[in-house]
């Protein structure tokens, strides 16, 4: 009994004594057990030869993700579709509504889109078997129909060598300093989930009538959180107001001279989960794909070569980098986020006007 | 030549043969209806109704209430009007410049105006950031090392209103240069020495004469660029945002945001239909009494002015025109292609191929994304072109009883931007019986109803040219309607018919705004990965994709026009 939503039509169409015993239950079904990668499995996905993966985690990045993948298991290509998470999740559901199935794994920077897919039955119930051992139970959907991939981290920085280290804006009350206006790009909720997630976050603990301010400091938008960091570097703007903390890292491993800042308020958080759908045109090279993702060679290649933090138990954060339990952090409420969506999109855009 | 003609003719003739012509020529008609008005209509339901389904005023009242949408409408008509002053400004003496002197160089000039015109406007955008964004651009960075200038000044910000209007305009003059350059060509030499004979000088023949002759293609032109500048996605959909407004196609685009408001998208995509409807109908007022009937079998070389020593003068402010579609930002975009940081002058220490291995051996929707546009570019340039050839003859020769009607559906596309296309598109074949989403079809029927319009009006100005008195020749002596067609008037509009052909290709290269709201992961073209990797910022792999991209469209161009059989065309016919 994979679908919620069904089991519940099948319960009112059964006879008394049949619901009797399921309502004894707990009505939704229970995560499925976790599954090996065994050499069916590869030989199922290496038939099917291919796993869309439709993601907004940076193209440099994911790419390598897909690469690795492919490096491991010969024979199965991955084709990455990256765009901002907000524009994933409109995608497919223009694609659902329309009988186009064409994703097989989907990650999204919001998770209340997970809340969503899950309630219109779209998901597919799948752990790995590193899913069931090595992450925390919090991060988990109960019905193994998702769960945290990646932790990510939205911070704001600065540009090195266009603001000293200790001039820079240590909270988000600092950036409303006159000095920073026009000098500060930020990325946009109706396209990056990272973004959009943030901005509930910060109306909900800072408020909303901190954005009208912001607003007055002539800022910079682009779209997706990972293009900030970049345009830091290319020092078109000396502040970045949020971004992924990850592209950040990428750009100053690769020379570009920015560095983090944590907000002293806290910096919002953002969980991005995996998940695969139900309707996967290749679900044997999603599940192989999906218990790669989240494998420890995986998650460590995000940490070393992508900057990102991982749940995994097993795997270590790179040395230098400040431990994201050192770091205050605002608290994520995925459900929270899928209620106020549209009103949170309406008010961004009514102060920022764009 | 009617009818009633052909059919007391037909029977004299010894060998029975059937006439396709009707049936094909009611299906190109019905096929017509079915590609403009199918979307349009959709549209117009959808504007009038809410989300419910029932009817309603409601989103026109607040199209008209709301600021959010009645900035986006103002800025937007600021940025057309001037956009169309620009392009006429620089594209009118630029067109009688090459048409009408002896500047050197000409040809030249004419094949520069081309290349600006093959680049798509969202990459002249992206080219632009990385020359003039305030901080990191090149000509900013320049000018500072240049004066000593503070770190914050800058001399050009791109991320701004004027900014928005010069990208659209590198852009947009070429159809301007073309329309007025064209003109020229054709006004024949004869006009000209009749004004000589009776005394004219010089610059009083192209004062009185040969300036009034061409001045209805300059207002042609400048409606064209206003229309272009009002309905573009491209330059825009990369500019805007940074800049911190909204133009009415970015505004409708954000629209398709989760939740998607399609009652709003399709009420505000009408406003930008009733006035390029208004301009059209101004346009054939102003213009309607006057018949310019220039072109004749019989006709003088044009005259050209002789410049004597401005005409160093004149080659050099060419050029300088042309340094911003072509020059700098191909230079931008080769400069970041191989530098580490894309807005840094290329040096030892930073040059990298770092950008040209990740376009080709890591990111995944290069291969798929070439290959869609090769497949869509070819397809939509022959199916449009042949459209466009039947119809503007049915029109032309006036062949059935609704002709007039078939032209003003031909044309009807221009009103709507590509966008607003695309919503009417994916609300109609979305659902049965035409299940096109997700396949190269809704693809390939959006780029070909784009590109009619123009292609119509081409190929119907080329219809004109050609005197009906041999295509009747052909008729009297026993040939079908679709056998002239084939045999005579085609091969005698070869250059145009070939020019159509390069100008859909382009265009269908340039497209961005109706692909963006029909691709999916498997139907993705060049133009929607370039958008993408805009959206992360990823202007080196932008920047090698783009090369690619332009020199493919280059070589194409170029070989088309060297196949033997179709030698000498000139783009400037497009």
Known sequence: ?354 | MNLTLVVSVSPLRPTFRLDLSWPILLLFSAALCLLILLPLSWLVYYSLHDRAGGFTLANFEQLVTDPIFLDPLLTTVILATSSAVICCVVAAPMGWLVARTDMPLRGTVRALVTASFVTPPFLGAVAWELLAAPNSGLLNKAFRAATGAEPDDYLFNIYSLPGLIFVISCYTFPYVFVLVANALDRIPGDLEDASSILGGGAWTTALRVTIPLALPAVLAGALVAFLQAMTLFGSPAILALPAGFHTMTTKIWSLFQYPPKLELAAAASLPLLVLTVALLRAESFILGRRGYSVVGGRQGDPRRVPLGRWKWVAVAAAFVVLLNPVFLPYGALLNAAFSRVPSEFVTLDNVTLHNIEFVFFELSATGIAFKNTLILCTSAATIGTVMAVVIAYMTSRKAIAWHKALGFLATAPVAVPGIVLGVGLFLTYTRPPFVLYGTLWILLIAFVTIALPAAYQQLQSAFRVVNPDLEEASRILGATRLGTLGRITAPLLRTSVIATWCFIFVGVIRELSAAIMLFTSETKVISVLIFDLNESGDLGAIAVIGILMLVFTFAVVVLINRIPGFGGVRLRNT
């Open chain 1, 1 to 354: 009994m994979r679908d919620v939503r069904l089991s519940r039509r099948t319960i009112l169409k059964a006879s008394g004594a049949a619901a009797a015993s399921v309502f004894a239950a707990p009505l939704r079904a229970a995560a499925p057990e976790p599954t090996m990668v065994t050499p069916a499995l590869i030989e199922a996905a290496r038939k099917e030869g291919k796993v869309v993966y439709y993601t907004p985690i940076d193209l440099p990045v994911s790419e390598r993700i897909g690469k690795a993948f492919e490096a491991k298991y010969p024979g199965v290509s991955v084709r990455v579709e990256r765009t901002g998470a907000e524009r994933i999740f409109q995608r497919v559901g223009q694609e659902f509504a329309s009988n186009i199935r064409a994703v097989d794994v989907v990650n999204s920077s919001d998770a209340a889109h997970f809340i969503v897919w899950k309630r219109d039955g779209l998901l597919a119930p799948f752990v790995p078997e590193d899913l069931a051992k090595h992450y925390p139970a919090e991060q988990k959907d109960p019905d193994g129909m998702y769960a945290a991939f990646r932790v990510g981290l939205c911070v704001m920085g600065y540009n090195n060598r266009l603001v000293k280290a200790q001039d820079a804006p240590k909270s988000f009350a600092d950036v409303l300093d006159a000095k920073w206006a026009g000098k500060i790009v930020k990325g946009h909720p109706g396209f990056s989930g990272t973004i959009m997630t943030a901005t509930y976050e910060m109306s909900r603990d800072i408020g909303w009538d901190y954005f009208e301010k912001l607003a007055k400091q002539r800022v910079m938008h682009v779209q997706s959180a990972s293009d900030p960091p970049k345009k830091l570097a290319l020092g078109e703007r000396a502040i970045m107001f949020d971004g992924n903390e990850y592209v950040l890292f990428q750009v100053r491993d690769s020379g570009g001279a920015v560095e983090p800042i944590y907000p002293t308020e806290g910096t919002p958080l953002v969980l991005s989960p995996n998940a695969i759908f139900k309707t996967a045109p290749n679900p044997n090279a999603a599940r192989l794909f999906q218990s790669f993702c989240f494998s420890a060679e995986c998650q460590q290649l995000m940490v070393d070569f992508g900057g990102m933090r991982s749940l995994h138990a097993e795997v270590k954060d790179r040395a230098g980098r400040r431990p994201l339990s050192d770091i205050k952090t605002l608290k994520e409420d995925a459900a929270a986020v899928e209620k106020l969506g549209e009103e949170i999109r309406a008010r961004y855009t009514k102060i920022f006007r764009v």
